[in-house]
C-alpha cells in the first residue's frame, strides 16, 4: 500500500489559482495510476484529474482548460494545478493511487473558493 499526503488547500476568490501537491511514500515511477478526486458537501466523491504511468492524462469536463496533473517521479509528488477557481470548485481534495490493483487515498485537503 501507498501512504499519500497532500497539502495546499486553502481559502481563496473566485478566478483565483491553488497548487495542491501530494507527496507518495514511495517511488511513483511504477504507480499505475495517480489521480485527485473531491467531495462536495452533501454530494458524490468525483474524479478530478488522473494521470497515468506513461504521463497520459484524463479530466472532468467541469475542470478541463482550468486545472492541469502533473507528476514528478523525482520528488514522488503528483500535482494539481488548479486555475480560474469557482464557488463550484469548493470540496475536501483527495489523491489517490493505484499501484499493483490497490487503490490508496489521502486524508484529503480543503478546497474553499469564495464568490
Known amino acids: 500500500q501507498v501512504q499519500l499526503v497532500e497539502s495546499g488547500g486553502g481559502l481563496v476568490q473566485a478566478g483565483g489559482s491553488l497548487r495542491l501537491s501530494c507527496a507518495a511514500s514511495?517511488?511513483?515511477?511504477?504507480?499505475?495510476?495517480m489521480g485527485w478526486y473531491r467531495q462536495a458537501p452533501g454530494k458524490l466523491r468525483e474524479s478530478v484529474a488522473v494521470?497515468?504511468?506513461?504521463?497520459?492524462?484524463n479530466y472532468a469536463d467541469s475542470v478541463k482548460g482550468r486545472f492541469t496533473i502533473s507528476r514528478d517521479n523525482t520528488k514522488n509528488t503528483v500535482y494539481l494545478q488548479m486555475n480560474s477557481l469557482e464557488p463550484e470548485d469548493t470540496a475536501v481534495y483527495y489523491c489517490?493511487?493505484?499501484?499493483?490493483?490497490?487503490?490508496?487515498w489521502g486524508q484529503g485537503t480543503q478546497v474553499t473558493v469564495s464568490s
Open positions: 489517490t493511487s493505484v499501484y499493483r490493483g490497490v487503490a490508496s
Open positions: 514511495r517511488s511513483i515511477f511504477s504507480i499505475n495510476s
Open positions: 494521470i497515468t504511468s506513461d504521463g497520459s492524462t
